[in-house]
Structures are given as C-alpha cells and as structure tokens.
C-alpha cells in the first residue's frame, strides 16, 4: 500500500477502527470501506470512570494495536475511529478521560480524529444496520435508547445504581443481598438466596443464634448482629456498591430451582426492563428493529423472555436481536462517520467476517 | 459535699451522668441517685463513625461539662457514666473511637469508667422502665430490638441503607428520588415529588425535551440526559448516599396533597417499619411496652398509624409511647449499671425533672 504524494492512504489503503470500550474488557476491530474485518484485538477494561483514565488509555493502546498487528496494517491507513463506552458522547477531548483515550489510540500509529461514541449506539448497530430503532442494555447498569436517523434521541433509566437501573445486574443483585438480610433477622420467608450468597462470600455458619447482641457489624448506624448475617453485612458493606451486580446470577440460579423470593425477584427484572424500554418505544413508527444486550439479557433467559412479552403487548413488529457486545456496531459507526453508507450487505459483511476473526 | 478519707465521693455527692451521642446532636444529663436531673448539656454530633472520634470527642466534652457546669457539680462526684449511641456495645475502649469518647468524658474530670450503651436501648428506656419489651427506631436508618431483662436480646433491621433500613429516612428519601428519576425519564407516571425535590435541590427547569441526548450527568454508567434530570441526577451522585434521608419529609408532604406515587411510598414504609418490629415482637410474653423513636416516627403520623395498627393486629396490648430521643433512657442505664434500682417512680423522677431542664 503505497501512500499518495499528499500523505494521505490510498483508497484501497484507507482503513477504519471500530473500539468497544467496556468495563470488563476492550475490544478493537480494523476494517475495510467495504466492512470487511481484517484485525481484532481485545484487552482488559477501557473505562476511564471504573478503571481509571490510565488504564483504560493502556488497555484500549493494547486492543488496538493487537488489532492492527493481526491486520497486518500501519495505524497510519487509519482514516476513522469510534470509540464506544459508556457516556462516550460526553467523553470530550480535553478531559482527563479523553485525553487518555485519544493518547492511546495516536500512541498505536493512528493519526487521524477519534469520535466518542455512546455504547447504547454501538450497541444497537451490533443488532442492525437500520437507522431507526431501538436498543435496551442490561448488565451493571440499564438503559434504552431511541434511534432515528442514526442518533439516539431518546434515553430512559441509566440512571446510575442509586437512583435507577431498575432490573439491572446490580438492582438484581442488591435484591438478592436484602432478601437475604431479611430472611435472616425474621423479616422474611427462609429463601435458597442465603446459602447461595453465603456460599458465595464464603461465609461459614456461625452460631444460629443471629439475634443475640454481639460485637457490630461495619453497618452504617452500627446495630448489633452475630453469626452470618454479621459476617454477611460486613463482606457487603466492605465491596463497592455496584459490586453487588456479581450476585445477580444466584436469583436466576435460584428461581430456576423453584424459590418464590428468587422468583419474585426475576420477574420485577422483567417487568422493569420492559417498562423501561417501553418508554422510548413507538411502535407507531414501523417495524424497526429492537436490539438487547447486557449480561442479565445475554445470559439469562427469562427478562429476555419478559421484554420480548412486553414488545409484544405493545404492538411492535419488528424484529427482536441479542447481541453480544457493542464491537460490530462500533465498526459499522467508523464506517457511518467517514461517510460510507453501511446498508445489509456490507453490514452483514462485518458481521461475517468480526465472527470469523474472534 | 465533703468527700470521704478514702476520697470516694458521700453518698448524697454520688452523681451519675447519662450521655445519648447522635448523629447530630450530643445531649447530657447529670443525675442524683433518687433519679432528680440536676444539670443539662447539649453540642453537636457525637457519632464517631459519620462525624470522626475527634469531632465526636469534642461534641461529648463541651455537652458533659455545660451538663455538669449546670448542676453545679464536679466530674469528680460522677460515679456512673453511660454513653448510648449507635453500635454502642461494640465500641471497645482500645478503639479509637472509645479512646475519643472515654478521653472526652476524662477531661470533663470524670475519673470513673464509661459504659456503652446501644442507642436502641437507651431508646426503649426513654419510654419505659419495664425490664421487659421493645422499641423501634426510624430516623436515617431503621432497626428495632426486643429487650429482656433489661438487656437487648434480639435485633432485626439496621443493616444499613445499602442492605436494609426498610421504611427508615433514607429508604423513604431513595424512593422519592428514585420515583422522581422515573417520573422524568417517562417511566412512572408524574408526581408531586418532582416539583418538590428540583425546589429542594434547586434545580430550576431545563428544556422540556428531556429525552435529547447532550452531555452526560456525572452518573455511574454515564447515560445521557438533558435538562432538570441531568442537573438532578448530577447533585444527587455528589451527596453522600445517606443524605437522600433528608428528602424523606416530600414523601409526608406530597402524600398529605393527595399525590399516589407520594402515599405508596409513605404505605410501604408503614408496613417495611411493622415488619421490622414484628420480627422481635412476642405479645404472648405479656403486655409489655413498645417505644418509638427516630423522626420518621416522631414527625410523621402515617408511619405511626401504620406500627400501631400492626400491634393490634398482632395481639400487642402493652402501651406504645413516643419519645423524642435516648437521653431519659441514658440516664436511666446510669443508674441501672451502678446497681440502682430504676422503679416507675425514679423513673418519673428522671422524666419530669429532665423536662424541666430542657
């Protein structure tokens, strides 16, 4: 690939980069005009909020040079890169975060601009190359968002742990740490959550008296517990709030066994997804796709079950996809903000060829 | 008063002295051993944990010495000192924070030992001198006790607001800025509340389009949203979780209005508080009494209404009496830990006096 006169890539040397900036790990793809995948790399997370903005920077300089080495390419063909993360659209240049970002991203050879994309977007062009439509993300956190035109135009819940999220990994998870405490201070019915938390946190079984008054757990107002539940508050109050999230999978496990507190508690899931989604969903609008992702909808049947339920009560017609990650739309973003139309053909193009390389 | 050859203090020169440590004030009481309150102090907050030992320290220092400066009387003549505040019982002296509060009582010129006192205990014996029954707080958390013998026995709640405090300030604040998140976003329908917390937090309105994406609050996950619930979401992230407990009081307000979203919460509190106390609860123990503290409890009737009726239904014939705070019952635990006897007419005596001097 020789470079024209000016510098500049030649046409068939004109590459883009899509990145999906999570919290748990980075993913980097370069790609073609046509949407051909050349090159993946992937590293660990690139979310300056959780992880730092060094960290993220030195994760998403490990993603996409992996990716630029597997393609065999310079970053110097580069003519176009989405990064996508959480509050990517916010991400400005000259923040910590996006300076950390766009230092990487020029530390692997590329020179040309970054675009900071929202992941609720890259999420929805992972499921469709329609520019109208839908996505609903649960994981730590939950959100959906209104597509039209190939923006988000609408937003519902992301509201964060203390305030919304409803139906999120760490809502599921903060129910399944309070059923617990409730079940053992005799608030509530015996539920199959505590053995599995306690498991979990590797919590032994200390003398079954709990309501005795002993030595206070590190609980805020400081009241007086013993045995499990003693332990248990102080193992939870020692994490980080959302940490709870990591619990969410024991109210699946659970329900699936039949308890009616885990139940309960998958179904609220459900119903809160589905209302959240329903927020910015016309259906009115035509048969535009709906895109899901997020570990509670990737993982576990039933909320998916519960939102694909909703969509239907609410009349909408259009197709329904889970998706793994934000990565493919990433790509088909990096192709969008350099003026290349990615219709279905070079959408599932990308598709096809990212699937082949991971 | 002539101090005895071996030094000890007369036995008409025998004080005792009762401290209830809050999280937002310090309240002081020096007592004669027939119950009469002879002095008075108050200060600031003398919780270790939210306000720090030095603070606190200070706090019990200045209300022990107004205390003892009011009736007149050296720290020398106290031979009883017990110090009720939230995890009492577990603050050992070799702590820091027993060291802050034995040094502050120390410098009063208190030479004889501290006790520490669970607040929830010193709560019941506000109300009641029976040895045998229970009380139930909700101020920023919740919790409630059974007490027998004059000991606390069984505990249930006060797990702190990220695992419990059901019905307490906090939870009931959460829920109004929770509801309110929703109301915004367009998943709960409208309410009240949202006047009332953007006056609260000054938040004045923003562009009505709240759905259009623009710059991101500074919220976890980092979604984007515009107007009144950006500027919401941003000031409620940067308090500390707990004081979401000062929003509690809209929940009475709108639900007084007749606003649903508002009497929902205020109903559910009601019935999490009830719960909380029906777990300790044994009315076939005998008619034993029931205090209720804290100022959820105190300032607001539903909550009330809601525990009494719970009682009745319960077979609860004891008396339920509301006191404002767990000085009475400081001073009552004094005199218990010196071996006197604290009969319904000493414990008038604290009561009626203690009035008087406040």
Not at 5 to 15: K, M
Not at 313 to 332: R, W
């Amino acid at each position: 690939m020789d470079p024209d006169p000016s510098g500049e890539p030649s046409p068939e040397g004109r590459h883009h980069l899509g990145v999906d900036a999570g919290g748990t790990s980075t993913r980097a793809v370069v790609l073609a005009p046509d949407g051909r995948c050349l090159g993946h790399g992937r590293a660990g997370s690139g979310n300056p909020i959780s992880s730092g903005p060094a960290h993220a920077g030195d994760s998403l300089h490990r993603a996409v040079s992996a990716a630029l080495v597997a393609a065999g390419l310079s970053g110097a063909t580069v003519v176009s890169t989405s990064v996508a993360m959480a509050g990517g659209s916010s991400v400005t240049d000259d923040s910590e975060a996006g300076a950390a970002i766009h230092g990487a991203v020029a530390r692997a050879g590329v020179t040309t601009p970054v675009t900071m994309e929202q992941d609720l977007l890259a999420l929805y062009f992972s499921g469709s190359p329609d520019p109208d439509g839908h996505s609903l993300v649960a994981g730590t956190g939950a959100a959906a968002v209104r597509v039209e035109g190939g923006e988000v135009v609408a937003t519902c819940d992301g509201l964060g742990w203390l305030l919304g999220d409803d139906g999120s990994g760490f809502w599921i998870g903060q129910q399944v740490a309070r059923a617990v405490g409730a079940a053992l201070d005799g608030r509530s019915p015996d539920t199959a959550l505590t053995a599995l938390l306690l498991t979990a946190l590797e919590v032994t079984d200390g003398p079954s008296d709990h309501h005795a008054s002993a030595a206070a757990a590190a609980v805020p107002g400081g009241h007086q517990h013993e045995g499990p539940l003693r332990e248990l508050v102080k193992r939870l109050y020692a994490l980080p709030p959302v940490h709870l999230a990591r619990f969410a999978p024991l109210a699946f496990e659970a329900a699936d066994t039949g308890d009616a507190v885990a139940a309960d508690i998958v179904e609220r899931a459900g119903r809160a997804l589905a209302t959240t989604l329903g927020a910015v969903l016309r259906p009115e609008a035509g048969p535009h796709p709906v895109v899901l992702g997020g570990s509670v909808l990737v993982a576990q049947p039933a909320p998916r079950t519960a939102v694909r339920a909703s969509l239907v009560a609410a009349g909408h017609t259009g197709e329904v996809i889970v998706v793994p990650d934000g990565l493919v739309g990433a790509a088909v973003l990096s192709l969008r903000r350099a003026g290349l139309a990615v219709d279905r053909s070079v959408f599932e193009t990308v598709t096809t060829t990212l699937a082949a390389l991971r």
